[in-house]
């Protein structure tokens, strides 16, 4: 990848920049191939940049890069809250839903995420093995958000069905892949479903409000302004999008790295006070979302690495190169678990840094504390070391693990 820009990407070079990007096994070696590279490429219809200087600037700057970029085509009919928007409509909403999910929030579900992890674990311990991604980490997430709605166990399916049918199309109609009318046929139903099931609970917690997060949002007022009933449903959306596959994707990242590391296992099973930190390392380290969403470029711009971005232009940053930035991370590419001040910016940076970060990070904890806690000691299963990384965020598919019975 070249300091490219001005002529334009041929057809074979933006194949080769989209192959390249798109291999997500092992990135952190790819990144540092495509910085030392230049970390830059683009034409005046997209441009993709890994320069950490460069996407701190764009994180940084709503004025010159919006997020305002229409609908995504995920079958939602309005933009996603608090995604799509961009000041000063974004920190009206970002007021408001901030103090919903601050650490001492999160903090309060804890016990209720670690029994939600345990009765996964139980469903499997004995057997001495298990499918982590299908067993684990593609239930938990949604568990605990029924939890966060006050919803009963047996709603996990539909939940599932709603992230699957955004995110997964092909899951739902094995016809439904690349982008293709099977595909917005899938969102487009699914999205309706998603509209039609919030939209009836919204109206339920407003006739009588219990203490989970829809009552909440229905609640809550900052200056005199509340949250409107699409308002609650256009966040829903963007949470069944960014809440479940984000953790899933992290978790399977996270075992996939430990699985291999059985020094850094036991480290987790004899000094559990250090999980918190060892969640921050992987996250910086794996850097499951590795691209922000696109930002439209509202006016010609000059980076600070020099180049120019047109007016309209859709920049892509790369958020794991920054992760292995050595201006800001000692021996970046070393994976330390007491690693101090570690400042990544895997859950973006700027005014659209992920809401759910506390929540995240309390469902990631929870999981290594409670897992290390029942099974101290495991490793990919034989015959399955080779990992199956998956485009779009960062996973692995079919992880399967086994420990001594
Ligand atoms: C480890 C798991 C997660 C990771 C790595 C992650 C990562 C990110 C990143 C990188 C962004 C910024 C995107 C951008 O600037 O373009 C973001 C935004 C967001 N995330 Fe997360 N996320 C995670 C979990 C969650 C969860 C559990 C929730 C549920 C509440 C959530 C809700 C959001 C929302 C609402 C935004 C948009 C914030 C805004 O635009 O102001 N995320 N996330």
């Given at each position: 990848m070249s300091q490219k820009h001005d002529q334009g990407l041929s057809r074979e070079e933006r194949h080769a920049l989209l192959q390249s990007v798109a291999d997500l096994s092992n990135p952190q070696e790819r990144y540092r191939q495509l910085l030392a590279d230049g970390g830059f490429m683009g034409d005046e219809r997209m441009v993709y940049n890994l320069q950490p200087e460069n996407t701190a600037f764009v994180l940084s700057n709503t004025d010159l890069f919006s997020s305002a970029n229409g609908v995504m085509g995920l079958g939602n009919i309005r933009p996603l809250i608090p995604l799509n928007l961009d000041p000063p409509s974004h920190t009206k909403y970002r007021t408001l839903l901030n103090p919903l999910f601050s650490p001492g929030r999160m903090a309060e579900q804890r016990d209720d995420f670690a029994v939600r992890a345990n009765a996964l674990i139980d469903g499997f311990i004995d057997q001495g093995e298990c499918n982590f991604t299908e067993d684990y980490a593609e239930i938990f997430p949604s568990s605990v958000f029924l939890g966060l709605l006050g919803l009963a166990e047996d709603k996990l399916n539909l939940f599932l069905g709603m992230r699957d049918g955004i995110l997964h199309p092909e899951r739902i109609d094995p016809e439904a892949v690349g982008g293709d009318e099977a595909v917005k046929r899938v969102r487009d139903a699914t999205a309706h479903q998603i509209y039609e099931y919030f939209g009836e609970l919204v109206d339920r917690r407003r006739v009588e409000p219990t203490d989970d997060i829809i009552s909440r949002f229905i609640e809550t007022e900052v200056d005199g302004y509340k949250l409107s009933r699409d308002d609650i449903l256009d966040i829903m959306f963007l949470f069944v999008i960014a809440g479940l596959d984000t953790v899933s994707d992290s978790l399977t990242c996270f075992y996939a790295y430990l699985a291999t590391h059985p020094d850094q296992q036991r480290t987790l099973v004899a000094v559990p006070e250090i999980i918190p930190s060892a969640v921050e390392e992987l996250l910086r380290w794996?850097?499951?979302?590795?691209i922000a969403f696109p930002r439209i470029a509202t006016q010609d711009v000059e980076l600070p690495g020099g180049q120019h971005v047109p007016k309209g232009c859709p920049v892509i940053v790369n958020l794991g190169a920054s992760n292995l930035d050595p201006t800001l991370f000692d021996e970046p590419y070393e994976v330390r678990f007491d690693r101090p001040r570690n400042r990544h910016i895997a859950f973006g940076k700027g005014v659209h840094r992920c809401l759910g970060s506390h929540l995240a990070r309390y469902e990631l904890a929870v999981t290594l504390t409670e897992w290390h806690r029942r099974i101290p000691e495991y490793r990919l299963k034989p015959g399955h070391e080779d990992l199956n990384y998956k485009p779009g965020i960062r996973h692995v598919q079919d992880l399967m693990l086994s420990w001594p019975g």
């Open positions: 794996e850097t499951p979302v590795a």
